[in-house]
C-alpha cells in the first residue's frame, strides 16, 4: 500500500535563505510523486511531478525536488525563500494501478519572515 | 480560461437541508474527482468517474451521490447535511485514469453546516 509522511508539520525561514520540507513515502511499486502547494483560501497547485525520469525534478518558481529510492525520500527545496512563498505545501503520492488515487501527506506550513 | 470550475465557492447552510456542489472542466480530461478536505488540512479522496463511469468510491456516507451527465461535468450532491460535512470540497480531473500526469483542481467550494 501507498502512504507518505510529511516530516514537518511547521516550517518557518526567513527571507532569502533555503527552503527545505521533507517527504518520506513507501510504495510496493514505482510511485509518481508530486508536490501540491496551496495558497490560503486558493486550490491546489501542481509545483512538481517525478513519474519515472529524471531522479531530480524542477518546477515552477525555482523549487526542485529529488527522488532517492535507497532513502524513499522526495524532499522539496528551493536555494532562495521569497515571502510569496508562504503557503500549505503537499506531498502526494499517486496509487499504482489502473485508478488515479492520490495519497496526500498532512502537509508543512511554510513560514516566510522577513 | 482553460480550467477546473466548481460552483459555488462558498456554501452556508442549516443541518438537514440537500445542497448540490457542481464542477465542470474544459481540459479534455477523461477523468474527474472529488476530494475531501477537512479542517486540518487534511485531503482524501471521495470518488472518481472516467468517462462517466464510477472508478473510485471511497468509504463515503451514501448521502453523497456523484453524478457525471458527461465527462466535463462531475457534481456532487449530498442530502441531509450534517455538521461533519463542513469542510472544503475541491474538484479535480486529471487526462485519464492513472492520473500518471498529475491532476488540475478547482478551487474548492467552502461547505459550513450550522
Known amino acids: 500500500a501507498q502512504s507518505v509522511t510529511q516530516l514537518d508539520s511547521h516550517v518557518s525561514v526567513s527571507e532569502g535563505t533555503p527552503v527545505l520540507l521533507r517527504c518520506n513515502y513507501s510504495s510496493s511499486y514505482s510511485p509518481s510523486l508530486f508536490w501540491y502547494v496551496q495558497h490560503p483560501n486558493k486550490g491546489l497547485q501542481l509545483l512538481l511531478k517525478?513519474?519515472?525520469?529524471?531522479?531530480l525534478v524542477k518546477g515552477i518558481n525555482g523549487f526542485e525536488a529529488e527522488f532517492k529510492k535507497s532513502e524513499t525520500s522526495f524532499h522539496l527545496t528551493k536555494p532562495s525563500a521569497h515571502m510569496s512563498d508562504a503557503a500549505e505545501y503537499f506531498c502526494?503520492?499517486?496509487?499504482?494501478?489502473?485508478?488515479?488515487?492520490?495519497?496526500f501527506g498532512q502537509g508543512t506550513t511554510l513560514q516566510v519572515k522577513p | 480560461d482553460t480550467a477546473v470550475s466548481q460552483t459555488p465557492k462558498y456554501l452556508v447552510t442549516q443541518m438537514g437541508n440537500d445542497k448540490s456542489i457542481k464542477c465542470e472542466q474544459n481540459l479534455g480530461h477523461d477523468t474527474m474527482y472529488w476530494y475531501k478536505q477537512d479542517s486540518k488540512k487534511f485531503l482524501k479522496i471521495m470518488f472518481s468517474y472516467n468517462n462517466k463511469e464510477l472508478i473510485i468510491n471511497e468509504t463515503v456516507p451514501n448521502r453523497f451521490s456523484p453524478k457525471s451527465p458527461d465527462k466535463a461535468h462531475l457534481n456532487l450532491h449530498i442530502n441531509s447535511l450534517e455538521l461533519g460535512d463542513s469542510a472544503v470540497y475541491f474538484c479535480?480531473?486529471?487526462?485519464?485514469?492513472?492520473?500518471?500526469?498529475?491532476?488540475?483542481f478547482g478551487s474548492g467550494t467552502r461547505l459550513t453546516v450550522v
Open positions: 502526494v503520492v499517486s496509487r499504482s494501478g489502473n485508478t488515479g488515487k492520490l495519497i
Open positions: 517525478y513519474t519515472s525520469a529524471a531522479t
Open positions: 479535480a480531473s486529471s487526462q485519464e485514469r492513472t492520473g500518471w500526469y498529475g491532476y488540475t
